[in-house]
């Protein structure tokens, strides 16, 4: 249960630091981080895996970099069903897609350090 609040803090903490580093990435509150970091863990629970199953030809094709574009799509999904979180563009979804990705796997990473294996 522990590690499962964990990885919530680690999944607010991103989408706080990348509304502050992307102009078109907004939420009004804390609140609206709060919510859209719960709706989008369900999303991504429920709807992703049959977005790459789906997009699997492409997938291959652009060697998973096509997965940023599958996290843009489930933003906005969220950004409409979440009020007080809003997306600008779907150019900016991209690049917050990236950031999100990038900042929870380096904030994981200090967060649950893997132990060496001998």
Do not use: C, Y
């Amino acid at each position: 249960m522990r590690k499962f609040f964990l990885s919530w803090g680690v999944n607010i903490l991103s989408f706080v630091i990348v509304s502050r580093l992307i102009r078109g990435f907004q939420f009004q509150n804390f609140w609206s981080i709060f919510f859209t970091s719960i709706v989008f863990g369900i999303v991504n629970a429920m709807i992703k895996p049959l977005l790459i199953l789906f997009s699997f030809p492409f997938m291959l094709f652009t060697f998973g970099i096509f997965l940023f574009v599958i996290n843009a799509v489930l933003l906005e999904i969220v950004a409409f069903f979440v009020h007080g979180f809003s997306i600008d563009s779907f150019l900016t979804a991209i690049l917050g897609s990236i950031l999100l990705s990038l900042i929870s796997f380096i904030i994981s990473s200090i967060v649950f350090p893997r132990r060496a294996r001998i």
